[in-house]
């Protein structure tokens, strides 16, 4: 299975900061990487697909690029609504697989 | 606006088989720009891709749930089911049934989500 970490666990911010979560992938899932947003008690939200692909309504401040296998999400402008848990996700190969997340908080 | 919904009984017995209905409307589980898939999420945990449907009917499973899962379709009543044998305190998640979208330039994975389910292990 390919493995994905993710750093920082936690991470601690204010409005307007900018934010970036890292993703490594234990092998090539070449652009096949996306992002989600999750609040508490609902279904994960598509942010980003194919490494940097922003999703049909998400906000323009979300951004995503990659070196080799590190994936990083970019908030240029962290809102009170971006207060949240992200998951990067490798979808190359099955079983997919997702990272342990990263949980943005004030 | 595409919607699914997941439904099942919420509380099974240890040693029994879970069985979850992914319930699609506003668009046809039969067609061929999308595939569906299975994904849970333990409390506090990360999330798990159990299975996928693909819209040719090739299924894939997780490997670590080895043989417990099946994954069927009934397209008369546009739904997907999944079926988790032996459960065990283990399977305790929030199970949650997500689109594929398959297109020519990539897949774009889960871009529809249901709003999931809290299924209990419990004698």
């Known amino acids: 299975d390919i493995q994905m970490t993710q750093s920082p666990f936690t991470l601690s911010a204010s409005v307007g900061d900018r934010v970036t979560i890292t993703c490594r992938a234990s092998q090539s899932v070449s652009s096949w990487l996306a992002w989600y947003q999750q609040k508490p008690g609902k279904a994960p939200k598509l942010l980003i697909h194919k490494t940097s692909s922003l999703e049909s309504g998400a906000p323009s401040r979300f951004s995503g690029s990659a070196s080799g296998t590190e994936f990083t999400l970019t908030i240029s402008s962290l809102q009170p609504d971006d207060f949240a848990t992200y998951y990067c996700h490798q979808y190359k190969t099955y079983p997919w697989t997702f990272g342990q997340g990263t949980k943005v908080e004030i | 606006q595409l919607q699914l919904q997941e439904s099942g009984p919420g509380l099974v017995k240890p040693s029994e088989t879970l069985s979850l209905t992914c319930t699609v409307s506003?668009?046809?589980?039969?067609?061929?720009?999308?595939?569906w898939a299975w994904i849970r999420q333990p409390p506090g945990e990360t999330l798990e891709w159990l299975g996928s449907l693909h819209h040719d009917g090739s299924i894939f499973f997780n490997p670590s749930l080895k043989s417990r899962v099946t994954i069927s379709v009934d397209t008369s009543k546009n739904q997907f089911s999944l079926k988790l044998t032996s459960v065990t305190a283990a399977d305790l998640a929030v199970y949650y049934c997500?689109?594929?979208?398959?297109?020519?330039?990539?897949?774009?994975?889960?871009?529809?989500w249901g709003q999931g389910i809290l299924i209990t292990v419990s004698s």
């Open positions: 997500a689109r594929v979208v398959v297109a020519s330039s990539g897949w774009v994975p889960f871009d529809y």
């Open positions: 506003g668009g046809s589980i039969r067609s061929s720009n999308y595939n």
